[in-house]
């Protein structure tokens, strides 16, 4: 019998090609309303990240006032720190790290 020798396989590795590190975390809220993801956003910011992206779960508009879950991507060199409570000072935000490249 033959033997098959694939001799192109790709080698995968822990990396991405963006620069620094990207973190997804996720941001929840009962809810939640423009000014509260706003000031989420800045404290996230003023931490030194560099927010790359800001969407829902299932890519549908967020609707203040109604939307309990988004999901961002954040770029810098820092670990981001998850939130357990009254995440970056909005009383019943909770945020945690989803993945991180």
């Given at each position: 019998m033959a033997t098959v020798t694939n001799t192109n396989q790709p080698v995968i590795?822990?990396?991405q090609g963006l620069?620094?590190?990207t973190q997804i975390i996720n941001i929840a809220k009962t809810d939640m309303?423009?000014?509260e993801v706003n000031t989420i956003l800045v404290d996230i910011a003023?931490?030194?990240f560099t927010i790359?992206?800001?969407t829902t779960a299932d890519?549908?508009?967020f609707v203040s006032g109604t939307t309990d879950n988004l999901k961002v991507a954040l770029q810098g060199t820092a670990t981001y720190a998850a939130e357990g409570?009254?995440?970056?000072?909005?009383?019943g935000a909770v945020t945690t790290v989803l993945a991180v490249f």
């Open positions: 590795s822990l990396n620069g620094g590190k309303t423009n000014a003023y931490d030194g790359a992206g800001v890519g549908s508009a409570s009254n995440a970056h000072g909005v009383t």
